[in-house]
């Protein structure tokens, strides 16, 4: 798996994944309060396969966590079966 450093871009509205400097990919949300509906993931050609989803979306879950006061909707498929296959993520879905 790639070294990926992770940021919230509030102002883009999402979470994304840099690796070597580079842009790899990103998880799009759009706030609704008290949710954060997640709606789009996307990683670059060059990263697949590479985690860098993965990574991206713990970022954003632990994020989103963190900051207590949001329950997500996973609208993005990518988001909604990595929940899914992660429980302990499960309690933050509204």
């Known amino acids: 798996m ?5 940021r ?3 102002e883009e509205s ?3 994944g840099w690796v070597d400097g580079e842009l790899a990919g990103l ?4 706030l609704d309060e008290p949710r954060i509906v997640f709606t789009h993931t996307e990683v670059e050609d060059a990263f697949e396969g590479k ?3 993965s990574a991206i979306t713990r ?11 949001l329950r997500v909707v996973p609208q993005c498929p990518f988001v909604s079966s990595w929940i899914e ?3 302990g993520y499960q309690d ?3």
């Not at 970022?59 to 006061?69: I, W």
Request: without cysteine.
């Open 59 to 69: 970022f954003a879950l632990d994020d989103v966590r963190e900051r207590g006061e």
């Open 51 to 53: 985690g860098i989803g």
């Open 8 to 10: 919230h871009n509030a």
């Open 85 to 87: 296959r992660h429980p």
């Open 2 to 6: 790639a070294t990926v450093e992770n």
């Open 92 to 94: 933050l879905v509204d």
């Open 27 to 30: 998880a799009a949300y759009r």
């Open 14 to 16: 999402r979470y994304e």
